[in-house]
């Protein structure tokens, strides 16, 4: 039976230990690692210019006849150290080849982050003999260590994204771990190698051993600063709405101008093609739809100056409209079937053939509440039902666009009119005189059913837009 493995990486950053783990591996027949093989500054260790006849240069116009070369001229399995600001283009090739053996090591980003501070400061970031070891004492800067962690969670998040996609898992091992000869020929099992360690056999010391207290200048400081963090990320909103696309077809362009809208469903769409036409002085059915991402690209290649844009509302404005044209009504905008399932197995009360004489505020302030309670658990990934791009949160809408268009602005439903022009004048044209009127759907206005107990049932359904985009309460909005 051929070998699992073919190659091997290790995924680590800087001061996590892995130049001592590359050292315990390497003293294995069968193991080499080359290193940092594909940082950008040097080849394999600091101020190498080449490998395996492979120049800098070379690799840095196309790093993968490295790859090839270290298979080549290897006895046994090749490996490298891979740190986030490595090649990008090698992440994507050693993820996807499963012959390649994945091995991540990690560290408490505070020590990490001390430790290369102090490395920094004393110029000393190897340590073979106890005897020169030098110390030194850092200040902590909170915001640069904030920096230190986000970039460090961003690598592993998109590691663990990548085997997952990929059906692949990795060995994990801790910067604490990697002193351990158990572990150690733990790792030389899942790499498939024939011989074990009897001992640690690195060279290389532990260069700061101390208790933090003592490396650190402002201890109380970071402490407090530390306290702040919200490490486990406890106050995030969780999001369990589905990934939603670009929806490329939807966007409008206008006829003339080199202004291209991109519709949030829900939002004031006929108001900004109005307003679109008039600006060139053509009629609505001269603005440019239909667009594939081919088109899109041809149309922007004609349009040099252009610009994109999409409008969000209040959460409540945008939530009431939803319910008005597509859950209440019963014409040609409703959803029957979801009008029916929301009625019979979400108990949202609503009134049968759609609402009549007898439909009042006050019928209408029950159905509409439920409903907003029916999108809390809808939006949370709680109901059998599908999240309607009419309601679903418009931050995830603008995620979807951004795979294709990043829109250069996000103008608000409630100040259009100020911001079109705004728009307008970027593109050295002068906004029409009129915008026409926002219409209030449904048979009762929003303003005449609202309260505090709406205005909660909004915010716990769309928390992640009241926050993303600024929103207060809809009555000051």
Known sequence: MPPRFDSFVIFAEMRTG???????????PGLHCYGEAFNPHFIGQKDRRSLLGITLEDRSKDPFPLLDAMKAHTEGLPGIRFFHDHDPRVLGAVISDRRCAKIVLTRNPLDSYVSRKIAAETGQWKLTNPRHRRSAQISFNPAEFETHLARLQEFQIEILHRLQVTGQTAFYIGYDDIGDVEVLNGLLRYLGAE??????VSRLKRQNPQPLAEKVKNHTEMEAALAQLDRFDLS????????????????????????????????????????????????????????????????????????????????????????????????????????????????????????????????????FLAFLRFLKRNLGGRTALRVDASWASQGEVLRGMAQVALPDMVLRDERLEAELAVLAAQVGLRAPD????????????????????????????????????????????
């Open 195 to 200: 011989h074990r360690l009897d001992n640690i």
């Open 434 to 477: 009129d915008l026409p009127e926002a219409e209030e759907p449904g048979p009762v206005h929003l303003a005449t059913i609202y309260d505090g107990e709406i205005e909660r049932a909004a915010r716990d359904a769309y928390q992640r837009d009241y926050m993303s985009f600024g929103y207060r309460a809809w009555a000051n909005a």
């Open 18 to 28: 892995s130049n001592f783990l590359e050292d315990n591996l390497n003293a294995v």
């Open 236 to 367: 995030r909103t969780p999001n369990f709405e589905p990934r939603r696309g670009p929806a490329v077809p939807s966007y409008v362009a206008a006829a003339e101008a080199p202004l291209l809208f991109l519709p949030i469903k829900g939002g004031p769409s006929d108001r900004v093609e109005a307003w679109l036409a008039a600006l060139d002085e053509v009629a609505g059915d001269a603005l440019a739809r239909g667009f594939s991402q081919k088109t899109l690209r041809a149309w922007k290649r004609g349009h040099p100056g252009h610009r994109s844009f999409a409008v969000v509302s209040h959460p409540l404005t945008r939530a009431h409209r939803a319910f008005c044209r597509h859950i209440l009504s019963t014409g040609e905008d409703s959803y029957p079937a979801l009008r029916k399932t929301l009625a019979e197995v979400e108990g949202v009360p609503l009134p049968e053939g759609g609402p009549g004489a007898e439909y009042g505020p006050e019928a209408h302030r029950a159905a």
